[in-house]
């Protein structure tokens, strides 16, 4: 069966994608960036891509006419520039008429629960995407879902972060809001199991887990799981913005996607009553087990797919391309090399930098820069790396963004998204003298462009020397 993928480089689209290939089916992917995308981890004759940018309608005539079935996968809640309830509109409606221009037979869209007359605009916006696909020439099916637990899940990472960083912690109301949390195991499960079923033809479906809970048992339960002792204090007087500032600060989160989440929170998501677990013979998955399922992963360092990865600014819409050149006249530069002893300790030093595993010279520093980034509005340091040895072009990494991963060129180039003045490249290359050279590029914008650089030159100064000489000596 010839499957359309969308929302390829997403948190489910990453997960869902395996099990399609694995089944044999043939998948197209759309993509909006090639350099995104690594197709070659999955060494599968049955994988394509197709660049596709869905606010783009003319690009959409790349998708093939003899599709089977499609995956709406595309939201756009953490964008942090427009209204991405008119850009999810715009998109879908795009995505309507080329389908109905095709032999598509169903459509199968993951929107989110919404039983109660009172939606946040996340959620209506999910519901007014239904609306544009129903009625098309191809059959909907769609699945509603509520709170995604999984390794790399926005809410899973959230709560973690919650949870592992505050023993005591001052909430809003919200978390006495219910839901009904759903394992991604069994989320791919249900995106798999209703491919072609006709009785799910135009039908809607809630899924969720067996347990219905508040966001308070969801942290206290997580925390009992993980061996900490944490208390609770619920009080009336914090307003949306203050919740929202609070999940920015104190988790990795935007804070844009703070503010829809926050807003998302207020409403009770609990599963209308539905025959289709036992329809597709799927065993729900509880709270408890999808949370030790999810540290399996990540202790085994098989994290597929990660929501902090995903695109949340139009720095990027054009592609990667244009950033991969890194450029030269009118930037400030600080170059360094060293000879290698051992290159492969020192390439296992590059791929691993970052995250958990730090900067090598001055993390304290890098902290303290990831703060101020924060208190700025910008990423800061909060979000890590999905893996701790892996890592791919698109991927999320510190305050950094992976333009460029070739282990066999040798080669590592990240392009920094926190606020500044200009624009930030740092790039690691061992040539085939195993000399390594380390490279930050600075192109300022305006005259404070050129006061940041000169500012923090003598931290640099310390930080990229002690840097290079760490991952040219390992044994230091």
């Known amino acids: 069966m010839k499957v359309l993928l969308t929302g390829v480089t997403g948190y489910i689209a990453q997960r869902l994608l395996p099990v399609l290939l694995e089944q044999g089916h043939e998948v197209v992917c759309c993509v909006r960036d090639r350099g995104r995308f690594n197709s070659a981890k999955y060494q599968s004759p049955l994988l394509s891509l197709i660049k596709v940018d869905f606010l783009k309608k003319e690009t959409l005539q790349q998708i093939p006419d003899d599709i089977d079935v499609a995956y709406y996968l595309i939201h756009s809640m953490s964008t ?72 790399g899940s926005a ?36 995106l798999i199991g209703v491919i072609s079923r006709e009785e799910t033809y135009n039908q809607t479906f809630d899924i969720g887990g067996p347990e219905v809970l508040t966001y308070k048992e969801m942290l206290l339960r997580f925390a009992k799981i993980r061996g900490l002792k944490r208390r609770i204090v619920i009080v009336p007087v914090m307003t949306p913005k203050i919740s929202s500032y609070w999940l920015y600060f104190v988790t990795a989160t935007s804070y844009p996607l703070a503010k829809n989440l926050v807003n998302s929170m207020k409403v009770d998501v609990i599963c209308k009553p539905n025959n289709l677990g ?92 990831g703060f101020l980034d924060q208190l700025m509005g910008g990423v800061g340091m909060r979000r890590g790396r999905k893996s701790d040895t892996e890592i791919y072009a698109g991927d999320a990494l510190d305050f950094w963004r992976v333009l460029l991963a070739n282990k066999q060129e040798r080669r590592l180039l990240l392009y920094a998204e926190m606020k500044l003045p200009g624009e930030a490249w740092l790039e690691f290359r061992i040539d085939a003298q195993n000399v390594l050279t380390q490279t930050a590029t600075f192109r300022p914008l305006g005259l404070m462009g050129r006061l940041y650089w000169y500012a923090v030159l003598p931290f640099h100064g310390y930080i990229f020397k002690g840097m290079i000489n760490h991952i040219a000596h390992p044994t230091k």
């Open 80 to 151: 942090r520039s427009g209204d991405f309830g008119d850009m999810e509109e715009i998109c879908a409606t795009n995505f309507k008429h080329r389908l109905d221009q095709t032999q598509a037979r169903q459509v199968i869209y993951l929107s989110g629960i919404t039983n109660t007359e009172e939606l946040s605009k996340h959620l209506e916006s999910r519901k007014n995407v239904e609306s544009i696909l129903a009625g098309s020439r191809f059959a909907l099916t769609t699945l509603r879902a509520g709170i995604i637990v999984g390794s």
């Open 278 to 369: 036992s329809l597709l013979g799927i065993e729900p998955i509880d709270y408890d087990t999808s949370i030790r399922m999810a540290f399996d992963k990540i202790e085994q360092n098989q994290v597929l797919s990660s929501w902090k990865d995903a695109q949340t600014s139009t720095l990027f819409k054009e592609g990667f391309s244009k950033f991969i050149e890194v450029p030269s006249n009118g930037c400030f530069k600080d170059i360094r090399s060293r000879e290698l002893k051992d290159a492969e300790t020192s390439m296992k030093k590059i791929w691993a930098i970052g995250g958990k595993t730090g900067w090598y010279c001055g993390n304290w520093l890098w902290e303290l820069r």
């Open 155 to 190: 809410s899973f990472e959230i709560i973690r972060d919650l949870v592992e960083k505050l023993p005591f912690m001052i909430t809003p109301r919200w978390l006495k809001t219910k839901c009904q949390p759903i394992a991604i195991r069994n989320v791919v499960q249900y």
